[in-house]
């Protein structure tokens, strides 16, 4: 948390999003379809799945920030 949450703040959280979602692509578009079918370390998933469900939890939060915003113009 930043000490201050203010616009500089926030630039830096979207950054760090920003450079953390590029940094995750560029490991997945470096997987062959062998990696991706594999299962994880801890063996609860294949890695393409793993994959999906950390898409679908990115969107989740996608839709909060979204709604938040909508509720804070009315």
């Given amino acids: 948390m930043p000490a201050r949450a203010d616009l500089g703040a926030w630039r ?4 760090l999003l ?4 590029a940094a995750l692509r560029a490991v997945v578009a470096g997987m062959s ?5 594999a299962r994880s370390p ?6 393409v799945e793993q994959i999906h469900g ?3 939890h990115d969107l ?5 920030i979204q709604l938040i915003k909508k509720l ?3």
């Fill in 33 to 37: 379809a062998r990696q991706l079918d």
């Fill in 72 to 74: 804070m113009r009315s």
């Fill in 18 to 21: 920003e450079a953390e979602h």
């Fill in 60 to 64: 989740y939060h996608t839709g909060q």
């Fill in 42 to 47: 801890r063996g609860a998933w294949r890695n």
């Fill in 12 to 15: 830096a959280d979207v950054a």
């Fill in 54 to 56: 950390i898409a679908a």
